[in-house]
Structures are given as C-alpha cells and as structure tokens.
C-alpha cells in the first residue's frame, strides 16, 4: 500500500459502511439498552487510519468495540502492512502476556487436575504456549486452531499434532474437534473474538465429558483502564473486541452446567500498565511517524527526531517497567489486577 494508492485497501481514516458496522444500540452480552461510552481513539500503538469508540453496558459491565470493525476492517488492522510502523517498546510490553514464564505457569496451574490425553490450543498462533506446555505434560496430544496459517507452520515445527486454520465455530473446524479433548484453553483469546459466547460454547462443545476449560482474559473492571482510558494498553485498538468482566463469564459457564474449579486474578495478572502508559505517551508525545497511508510523508528532521527521542526514551519505560513489578504483589489481590483466569470442569453428562 502507498499514499498514492487508491481507495480499495481500507476507507477513509474516520472509517465508512465498509470499515464499520452499524453501531449497536444494545449490549451484545445481555441485551441492555443501558450503555455509556467509555473512549474515543485512534489506532495507538500500529498508528493506522480510523476512529474506534469503546462501549460499556452499565447493567452487565460488558465492555466492547461499537461499531465493531467489519471483516474487512479487521483484516486490515491485523495483518502486517508493509512499511508500516511500530514502536519496539510499545510491542514489547504488549507481548508480556506470553512470555515463556508466563506460559510455564499457565501450564503448571492444570497440574492438579492430571495428565490430560489431548489438549486444544484456540487462537494458538505458533503454538509457543503448547510448547512450553509439553514440558510439564509430555504424554500429551496438543492440538491448535488459528485465524491464520501460522498453527500450520507450528505443525511443521512439531509444536501442534493437528492445525485447524479458521475460527472455531466454523462449523467445519468445530465437526473435526468436538467432543475430542480433556483441556481446551482460550489464553486472551476472547478478546479478539467477535462472540465471545459463541466461542465459549464451541469450546465447551470440543471438550470430552468431565473436561476442563482454561480461561485467561482481560478485566475490564482493572482500575488501570478506568484512570488511563485510551492510554491503557491492554484496549489495543481497534483489534481486541471484547472485554468480559469475570461475573459474566462464571454466569455463562454456570449456565451451561459448568462446575467452576478455579477464578481469580492473582495468578494472571500481567504486570505492564505502567510500562504501557509510557510506552503509549512516549510514541504519541513526537512527530506522527511515516506511514503507508499519509498524503504528505513527515520530513527527514521528524523523522530523524522521532527514531532519537524513542530511543533515548527507553529508559523511562523500563523504570514504569520495574515499577509495575514492584506493585505486582499488591495489584494481584486489589482491582488494579489487569487479567483474570477461570478454570471450569464441564459436567460428565
């Protein structure tokens, strides 16, 4: 893509009928009319074109994109563009969630339930989670599924046994997997769905009797979002859709006769809002970068500038960086706790 090219990769910076849906005037959760507004932002950490508003429903607490982005616009925000910029600090904080200690001690929280035979992997991407899982569970049959190609290459790798490519409630993926595994595990995945109630079900639907579903996700209710609005990173967007307070999804899980085994945020905090503050200000506080999409590309001086200061700047988000592991301990047990994980057992009949 290029400034120059036409109108046919993605519509106007403001967005249009093809990179939105209409706006819903209800929650997509329970129903409610109830809604507020909780922001207005642009693409801040991939400085893509568009204006994305985040809606809470004041009855359930169910946070969400609105308008939702179409398929067309979704693609657009989550493939990679050639030439297009990223800040390394703002990534790198963004990746904490799935770094490998992260991914041992997600692991290690099914240790108590037994060696499961098979295990799914949803949204698995390169299967870096199934792999570190494989250290603590080396009898296991791990299985993934992903938008993208990317489970095929872990296939390649030897990280999946089977790679499903597409959503899991496509009717053709979800008749090759359900009722197959002892463990499906949805690790911020929710989040990037379009209905995180559909696919909450077609994961109940691919586990065995008696199995167990691993949830990690975000908190909408994190104290963090509330005092950083737009500037929380955790939002990311237009890319993460949802945001499911804990309530709900135990409600779900319940109605689905579901026995809650585990649910809570000390073991899935991940300790980064600081860092992500900074990293987010640190971008956004100098010339806007070049990009594949601008009319009139910033000159050499802001550019120069810009590569400067971010790399000067690292340091102070490292030091939010530390800050964010010094309060970790305190935020894990109060509301400043940014994830939560839930462990359900679904019923042997």
């Not at 249009?16 to 706006?23: L, P, V």
């Not at 041992?104 to 339930?113: D, H, K, S």
């Not at 053709?172 to 009722?179: K, N, Y």
Request: net charge positive.
């Amino acid at each position: 893509m290029s400034a120059t090219a036409p109108d046919t990769a993605f519509p106007a910076p403001h967005g249009s009928a093809r990179a939105h849906e209409a706006r819903r005037p209800d929650c997509p959760w329970c129903g409610s009319a109830r809604l507020r507004t909780r922001l207005r932002t642009g693409d801040l950490r991939r400085h893509r074109p568009g204006l994305f508003t985040v809606d809470e429903c004041r009855d359930c607490g169910h946070t969400f994109q609105n308008p939702r982005l179409t398929p067309e616009g979704l693609a657009f925000h989550r493939r990679a563009v050639p030439g297009a910029p990223r800040d390394p600090a703002t990534e790198r904080v963004l990746a904490l969630h799935s770094v490998r200690r992260r991914r041992r001690a997600t692991a290690r929280a099914m240790l108590p339930y037994g060696e499961p035979e098979s295990w799914l992997d949803v949204g698995t991407g390169l299967a870096r989670f199934p792999d570190t899982a494989r250290e603590f569970f080396p009898y296991t049959a791990f299985d993934g599924t992903d938008l993208t190609t990317r489970v095929e290459r872990a296939r390649e790798l030897g990280r999946v046994e089977e790679a499903h490519v597409g959503p899991l409630t496509d009717p053709g993926v979800l008749a090759r997997v359900a009722g197959r595994y002892d463990v499906v595990s949805l690790l911020h995945h929710l989040e990037r769905t379009t209905d995180p109630r559909a696919e909450l079900h077609a994961a109940l639907d691919a586990l065995r009797p008696g199995g167990h579903l691993l949830v990690e996700t975000l908190d909408p209710r994190c104290v963090y979002a509330a005092l950083f609005g737009r500037w929380w990173l955790p939002y990311d967007q237009p890319r993460r859709l949802h945001l499911l307070p804990r309530r709900n999804l135990r409600e779900e899980l319940q109605a689905r006769g579901c026995e809650i085994v585990v649910a809570g945020h000390r073991a899935a905090h991940v300790p980064h809002d600081l860092a992500g503050l900074m990293a987010l200000a640190l971008s956004h506080s100098l010339p806007a970068p070049d990009t594949p999409w601008r009319a009139i590309p910033p000159s050499p001086a802001d550019q120069r500038l810009r590569t400067a200061v971010l790399g000067a700047g690292t340091p102070l988000v490292i030091a939010a960086g530390l800050a964010d592991l010094a309060l970790s301990p305190l935020a894990r047990h109060t509301p400043l706790a940014n994830s939560y994980r839930v462990i359900a057992r679904k019923p042997k009949s």
